[in-house]
Nanobody
C-alpha cells in the first residue's frame, strides 16, 4: 500500500491561489498514476486532475485552464497549483495513488481522468469565499 499525506489547503477569496502538495510513502514503486479528487457536502467525489508516471495529464472540465497538476517523481511528491479559485471549488481535496496492475488495465481500456482501486490520503480542506 501507499501512504499519502496532503498539505496546503486553506481559505482564500475568489480569484486567489493555493498550492496543494501530497507526499507518498510506502510502496511507491508500484504507483501507475496519481491524482487529485474533491468532494463537497452532498456531492459525489469527482476527479480534479490525474497524472501518470509517464507524465500524461487529464483535467476535469471545471478546472481546465486554472489548475495544474505536477509530480516530482524523485521525491514522490504530487502538487496541484490552483489559480483563479472560485466558491464552487470549495471542497475537501484528496490525493490518490493507483497501483500498477489496476492502472495498466485501465489504460488498456482507454479510461481517462480516473483511477482504479487507489489508495487515498486523509484530505485537505479548501474554502473559497466570494
Amino acid at each position: 500500500d501507499v501512504q499519502l499525506v496532503e498539505s496546503g489547503g486553506g481559505s482564500v477569496q475568489a480569484g486567489g491561489s493555493l498550492r496543494l502538495s501530497c507526499v507518498a510513502s510506502g510502496a511507491t514503486w508500484n504507483i501507475y498514476s496519481m491524482g487529485w479528487f474533491r468532494q463537497s457536502p452532498g456531492k459525489e467525489r469527482e476527479a480534479v486532475a490525474t497524472i501518470s508516471r509517464r507524465g500524461h495529464t487529464c483535467y476535469g472540465d471545471s478546472v481546465k485552464g486554472r489548475f495544474t497538476i505536477s509530480e516530482d517523481n524523485a521525491n514522490n511528491v504530487l502538487n496541484l497549483q490552483m489559480n483563479n479559485l472560485q466558491p464552487e471549488d470549495t471542497a475537501m481535496y484528496f490525493c490518490a495513488a493507483e497501483p500498477w496492475r489496476a492502472g495498466d488495465v485501465r489504460r488498456r481500456r482507454d479510461v481517462r481522468c480516473a483511477l482504479v482501486d487507489p489508495d487515498w490520503g486523509q484530505g485537505t480542506q479548501v474554502t473559497v469565499s466570494s
